[in-house]
């Protein structure tokens, strides 16, 4: 059985996107059970969100890349799962 764990608080942070060179803000919310992770575009008119889902897997060329049917990209995510999928490992 795998066990379900969320974060304890929300943080932040900002930087220079990778491929973009752009400003960048990242921030990371707990989140009720059952949710799974789920990144937000919110540089779009209107938010969308993308859940990390093995079917969303488009590219896995130099990054990995989930794609909605609607076409909206979340890209470079592979550091940020792993570091979630080993968060509760000790």
Known sequence: MILQRTLKQA????????????????????APPDTGIVFRRTDLPEPVDVKAEPMLVNDTRLSSTLVTDTGVRVGTIEHLMSALGRAGYR
């Open 11 to 30: 943080i932040s942070a900002t930087g220079v996107g990778l491929h973009s060179g752009e400003r960048v803000k990242l921030s990371l919310l707990p």
